[in-house]
């Protein structure tokens, strides 16, 4: 080989290596917090992690004895389920406002009164935790509670959100969703789940038209900005 074509293999070498780990890089980036919560989520079901919710303010003595071997979290983490403990009491982040879910290990913070047509407002708050949708109401109130992560404007800032709604799609009808409102525990229960196109806002525009319920919105399929996943959980009687 000449050394003109030495350095154009070079080149051309660089470029396609450059390609290649930037397509990984845009995989993992992507499918990496999807990827981390499903294989804690498998685990915490082989292992039968059972969790049973309290707020930081709430958690009693009795929760707290090592006789139901349980242990304390508000973020489930590999070492958590990989300890012999296997039920273990989830903590609300914030009682003032906090969404629990106890089948998938979810516990965050909410942000109330966030504008869903306001995408710079938003999306900075779904980097940090759950919004939940201006206009409609507050648990307690007749109508739709109405709370959403994981939304993004490109595919690729999909990991820079917040991840904790990623495994909604494993809840089914009849598994539990606790509220926490300024100081008050709202007890929720699931009634089924819609897949829908983005641009979908029935849920919200009719939101003072129901009676209580709450809706868990995310992004469908996980990782993607595809179509929306939505929760409908009601009071538990």
Not at 1 to 22: C, K, P, V
Request: aromatic share 12%; net charge neutral; with cysteine.
């Amino acid at each position: 080989m000449t050394r003109s074509e030495i350095a154009r293999y070079m080149i051309l070498r660089s470029i396609g290596n450059f390609l290649l780990l930037f397509a990984i890089y845009g995989v993992v980036a992507t499918f990496g917090p999807t990827l981390s919560y499903e294989i804690q989520f498998q685990i915490a079901q082989a292992r039968g992690i059972h969790y049973v919710v309290a707020s930081a303010a709430t958690v009693t003595a009795d929760e707290k004895k090592p006789a139901s071997n349980a242990s304390n979290t508000s973020s489930p983490g590999f070492a958590s389920l990989l300890s012999s403990q296997t039920q273990q009491v989830l903590v609300a982040p914030d009682t003032n406002f906090s969404v629990v879910i106890p089948k998938i290990g979810a516990a965050s913070k909410v942000y109330p009164n966030v504008d869903v047509n306001n995408e710079q407002e938003f999306l900075s708050i779904l980097q940090k935790g759950v919004a939940h949708a201006k206009g409609s109401v507050f648990p307690g109130i007749k109508g739709t509670t109405y709370l959403f992560a994981h939304s993004t404007d490109n595919w690729w800032d999909v990991g820079r959100y917040n991840a904790v709604f990623y495994l909604l799609k494993d809840l089914q009808p009849g598994d539990d969703v606790v509220v926490f409102f300024e100081g008050r525990r709202y007890n929720y229960v699931v009634q089924h789940t819609e897949i829908s196109d983005p641009d979908d806002t029935s849920l919200l525009r009719n939101s003072h038209d129901t009676n209580q319920q709450l809706v868990l919105q995310t992004c469908w399929p996980p990782g993607t900005t595809w179509k929306r996943l939505f929760v409908i959980a009601v009071p538990k009687t």
